[in-house]
Nanobody
Framework: QVRLVESGGGLVQPGGSLRLSCAAS????????MAWYRQGPGKERELVAA???????TYADSVKGRFTISRDNAENTVYLQMNSLKPEDTAVYYC???????????????WGQGTQVTVSS
């Protein structure tokens, strides 16, 4: 089983910055894609940014140019640097990983518990 623990959420003013971290632990054989999703009040969960093992990143149009996803493979950790934050970014942010728990096992889909990000003056 893979465990994901997020940190770094909180309250920030519009135009400010936050850096989210997510550390994976447990029975991990390999991790393929890692990603950040978010779900705002009354909205569906959406993909914010993703980074596969090869490092080619993708972003939602709403965050391009403002957010940056990165990962430290040695520590099984993924980060989300969020700059120029807007009230529309307010949401619960979830860490996601596609990982296998043992050799020859298929990839599973794992989620963290989420961390609240609130952008308000």
């Amino acid at each position: 089983q893979v465990r994901l623990v997020e940190s770094g959420g909180g309250l920030v003013q519009p135009g400010g910055s936050l850096r989210l971290s997510c550390a994976a632990s447990g029975s991990i054989f390999s991790i393929n894609r890692m990603a950040w999703y978010r779900q705002g009040p009354g909205k569906e969960r959406e993909l914010v940014a993703a980074i596969p093992s090869g490092g080619i990143t993708t972003y939602a149009d709403s965050v391009k140019g403002r957010f940056t996803i990165s990962r430290d493979n040695a520590e099984n950790t993924v980060y989300l640097q969020m700059n120029s934050l807007k009230p529309e970014d307010t949401a619960v942010y979830y860490c996601n990983a596609h990982a296998s728990v043992r050799i020859r096992a298929p990839l599973g889909d794992y989620w963290g518990q989420g961390t609240q990000v609130t952008v308000s003056s």
